[in-house]
């Protein structure tokens, strides 16, 4: 039986940097669920989707087709044979990810995608739902969060790096914190804190810190 790590919280808390470092200490496949929903918000661009429209959006959900493959420590996605790489990470993907999002089809086409991938071994899952609804029987079940300004700090840093940089840091918080509203009050497996899972507040903390606290979590919750 494969063991998963479930970790949720809002953009820019640390998901991502604290879930790789994570699955490479401890050997878990690292799996970005955001990844996913960037994907069909990609393909729904690609393909003139209206995704303000949730019946649009519904209806072309099954037509996606994602490859799921364990590659470096990681689970890694392919659409028609090819990575998406920087196209899903795009301030234009970022504006039309969460009505996508929130269409229940979608949610359910992803959460098979996540759950079947138990298949190829232990996991360190990142998310909005993870914990509540995807793997809500996990032993390890983490909510990382953090200040908004610390949060579109991190954000903008995140994409001057990849050299997608086209926002103030005003205009990356707010687009941070709209995403929190529709992500939290969404009607399908809303972005909360689940019951027991434990909430870590990275604002002020390294990111060395919080990898810590998750890893010394994880092997009290496996032993």
Known sequence: MSRVIAIDGPSGAGKSSVSRIVGKKLGF????SGALYRIMTWQALVRKVDTDNPDEVAAFAPTVEIECRPENGAIAYYVGGEPPGDRIRTPEINAHAS?????KAVRDKITALLRDMTRFG??????????????PDSPARFYLTASAEARARRRQKEEVEKGIAN??????????????????TRKYAPLRKADGAIEIDSSDLTLEQVVDIVVEKV???FN
């Open 29 to 32: 496949l690292h799996v970005d």
């Open 99 to 103: 009505q996508v999002a929130t269409v």
């Open 122 to 135: 232990n996991l360190v899952v990142e998310g909005r739902d993870i914990t509540t609804a995807v793997f």
């Open 167 to 184: 926002q103030s840091a005003a205009a990356v918080k707010a687009s941070l914190l709209a995403r929190d509203a529709i992500d939290s």
């Open 219 to 221: 092997n009290e919750a």
